[in-house]
């Protein structure tokens, strides 16, 4: 019947969308290991050099920046920021970590 017909042809839909959903997550993830694995570098690199964990200029600067991709890319420049800010909260909680050691 055309209901199962149309039933068959939303699960296949929302399958393909959920298997592109799932390999972005992935994405995601193994890009966000790489963007820790340099900032773990540059925590060394501040500790060796007694620079402060945290850089409000640059922090301010990348907020910024990312603002407007999120705008270009039609994405929700708040949601945006509140992402950004939760990646460098974690980035300068293992600044920190690496400047005790």
Request: glycine share 0%; charged share 30%; proline share 4%.
């Amino acid at each position: 019947m055309n209901n199962s017909a149309n039933d068959e042809s939303v699960r296949a839909e929302l399958s393909r969308l959920r298997d592109s959903i799932d390999n972005i997550d992935a994405a995601v993830i193994h890009m966000l290991a790489e963007r820790f694995k340099c900032t773990q570098q540059v925590g060394h690199l501040k500790a060796a050099h007694k620079m402060p964990p945290a850089d409000p200029a640059r922090e301010s600067r990348q907020i910024a920046r990312l603002r407007e991709l999120a705008e270009n890319a039609k994405l929700d420049p708040a949601f945006a920021e509140k992402f950004l800010n939760f990646i460098i909260a974690e980035v300068i909680r293992h600044h920190e970590t690496i400047a005790r050691t």
